[in-house]
Structure formats: C-alpha cells, structure tokens
C-alpha cells in the first residue's frame, strides 16, 4: 500500500562509517567547553521529563530571534531546518504546482516536495556553479513553479548565488527561501527582503554551529507570513532539553562561538590553499564550512583511500554534475592536517597504481 510518490524516492544518506577523523556531515568541530556544559547540566536536571515542553518554544525563541536581530514574530522554529523545509513545500503553493530547484545542492528540498506528490522544476548549474539564469527563466516560463529553495551558500558546491539571478527569478513570480544553514561562514544574507516581503523567507539553523544534536532549525520572515507558516507546524516539535540547552549555549556561550567561527573561516582558507598544491586536485572556492574538491580519479576510490587513512568525507559524485567530486568539512586544526595528509598520500598511491587509473 505505499504510495508509488514514496515507493519512486530514495532516502536521504548520510555517513555512517566509523573513523576518528569525521569530516563528512558539514558539523562544527568543537563541543562547548566545561563551565557551559556544566550550566548545562544544571539547568537539565531541572526538566519535569515527564511533562511535554512549552508548545511554542516561547522563551527559546525569543533568545534567537535576539540572536538573529530580529524579532520573535518573525520566526518559526523547527525540529532541524528539514523540518521548517517540509512545512514550506506544504504550505507554499497549490501542490499541484511545481516546485524549482537549482542542481545539485541540498536533497531535502526535493524529497519533501516529492513526498507531497509536487513535480520538481530543476535546472542544472552552471560550470561555475552559478544558477543558469536563461535556463532558468525558459523553463519557468514554461512550467510555472510557485516556489523556489536556494541554499546560500549552497552544499555541496560551497558558493553563494548571485544574488541578481534570485532577485529575476523571484520576478517571475517564485517564492524564493533562501536557505543560510552555513551564514555564519560566508556573512551574506537575504535577511532585509525576508523581513520586508511576501514572497522571500530565509531558513537558519543551530546544527552548523555547535548545536547539531539538539535539532533546532530557524525560520525567519515577514510577520503575516509567519503567522500564516506556523499553521502547519507540529505542535511540541522542540523538545524540552533542545529548549534548554540551546538558550544555556546561546546566552553564555556567544563569545566562544564568536572566536571559533572566526578560527573555521581560517582553516577554511588554510586548507584550501594546501588542498590547491596538490597535484591533480581541483578544490572549488567556499562561503561555507566545508570544501568541494575533484580529482582525475573515481570519487569511490579516494573516500576509501581516505577512510583507510582514518579520513571520513562525503562522496558528492552521485550528484548531477559532480563527477568524481567528493567533500570535505572543515575540522580542527589538527583533523584538517590530518586529512591534508591523508588526500596527499592517496592521490600519490592513486597515480602510481596506473590500473586504477581513470
Ligand atoms: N540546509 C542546508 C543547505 C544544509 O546543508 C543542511 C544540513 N546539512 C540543512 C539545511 C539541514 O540542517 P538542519 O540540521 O537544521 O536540519
């Protein structure tokens, strides 16, 4: 009996393999340190576990929106942002209207557009990883899809958009959600047009900055629109210890994500220089915390290279126009030498062994 919607999607991957060097799920590499986490568990052990938690997160909400510079009015929290994703392919649009998707970025967008039965408009980067833009508008012209998910930065590719090109398509009628899950790595943001507009709101989350167990997605927009999104939310979706633990971190703890985000944008170009002089790597310039990289070989063969050096990243090659691509987070100082190290010693060993070759 399940749906031939479902039965023609498949699942969201993520890694799973064991290695002591986890580069592969875009996470921040730093836990929070003790005096927080010990407030932490203070404040925990105070929790009725066997009470349901505020419905509307009111108290936590207040705390990011102040986080943000916006307003509480203006936001919807949700359980991860691929939660505030599904709510928006439901809400926004008739369903029998398409939904557009510049390719390859983030999968979610297609699946919850998928699973709700709505035909998907996408439309394949430039080489640049641009959106193509007369491409675009042809086949919008042509389709007529109400809605639009624009990662920027986008993942896996790393860059953001011109802002021009959403600006044009958002012209054509698409309601566009600008998706800044990485913002606090490339400080661009839609967030003026999201608070002025009808038709553009922006999605953040806590996962991209230390706070990814405790799943807690942000969306920020008009008032109007807000009030009308928030219908479809699912009531208790932030659990009672994501509430307290993420107000803990984002009250005490600013300053040491201030100082480590800024230490990731550093790594970030550290390793992209390094990544650079090694011969036969294509590493792609990054908005985010992660890199997108390619080598002459089979994305298949380096990841386990890697994995065997201890290395885990993500093989990005199963999407269009990533051939033999793969990514890598950017970690500690440490784990990025670490895999500097480790992605030398295995294009070396690939080069040599010319049966492997492509
Ligand atoms: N948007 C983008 C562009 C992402 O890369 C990710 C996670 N990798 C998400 C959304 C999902 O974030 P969350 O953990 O808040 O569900």
Redesign the pocket.
Known sequence: MISNRVKSLSAYKTEVRPASVRLS??EFPYDFPEDIKAKILEEVNKIPLNKYPDPEAKELKEVIADFFGVKGENVILGN???EL?YYISMAIGELYLPVYIPIPT?P?YEISAKVLGRTIVSVPLQKDFDIDLNGSLEKIREEKPVLGYF?YPN?PTGNLFSREKIEKIRDEGVFCVI?E??YHYSGKTFLEDALNREDTVL?R?L?KIGM?SL?V?VLIGKEEIVRELSKVRLPFNITYPSQIIAKVILTEGRNFLEEKIKEIIKEREKVYKEMKRIEGVEVFPSSANFLLFRTPFSAQKVYEKLLRRDVLVRDVSYLPGLNRCLRVSVGKPHENDRFLEALDESIKELKESKTTRF
């Open positions: 799920s875009n991860g942002s691929d994703i983030f979610m990662a993942n998706d899950a990485y999605l989350t996962s990814a799943r997605g």
